[in-house]
């Protein structure tokens, strides 16, 4: 059984970095694209990045290309979302789920083994 759990969320101020971990279990790690999602209030959920951990590749929303980061570590089993130059609209709850990269704009309609996510909290 596929399971994920997200991690590392917190309060940063505007202009500011954080990294979310989010660390698997139960499955073969090279076999599962992971995606990272976000949901803020009364917003849809969002597709933010995803990385297909069979041969590194990585999908980033507009939103976010050029300050997120997606990565992973086979070994550790986690994945990675290095956020720069955090902005207000970046608050949201940020979660971690397994499917397919090319769906990730359809927020997250096609994933599966959601964890509990974790809340980015970015102030002005």
């Known amino acids: 059984e596929v399971q994920l759990q997200a991690s590392g969320g917190g309060l940063v101020q505007a202009g500011g970095s954080l990294r979310l971990s989010c660390a698997g279990s139960g499955f073969t790690f090279e076999d599962y694209p992971i995606g990272w999602f976000r949901q803020a209030p009364g917003k849809e959920r969002e597709g933010v990045a995803c990385?297909?951990?069979?041969?590194?590749?990585?999908y980033y929303s507009d939103s976010v290309k050029g300050r997120f980061t997606i990565s992973s570590d086979s070994a550790a089993k986690t994945v990675y979302l290095q956020m720069n130059s955090l902005k207000p609209e970046d608050t949201a709850v940020y979660s971690c789920?397994?499917?397919?990269?090319?769906?990730?704009?359809?927020?997250?309609?096609?994933?599966?083994?959601w964890g509990q996510g974790t809340l980015v909290t970015v102030s002005s």
């Open positions: 789920a397994e499917g397919p990269c090319v769906r990730m704009w359809a927020g997250g309609v096609d994933f599966d083994s």
């Open positions: 990385i297909v951990n069979s041969d590194g590749s990585t």
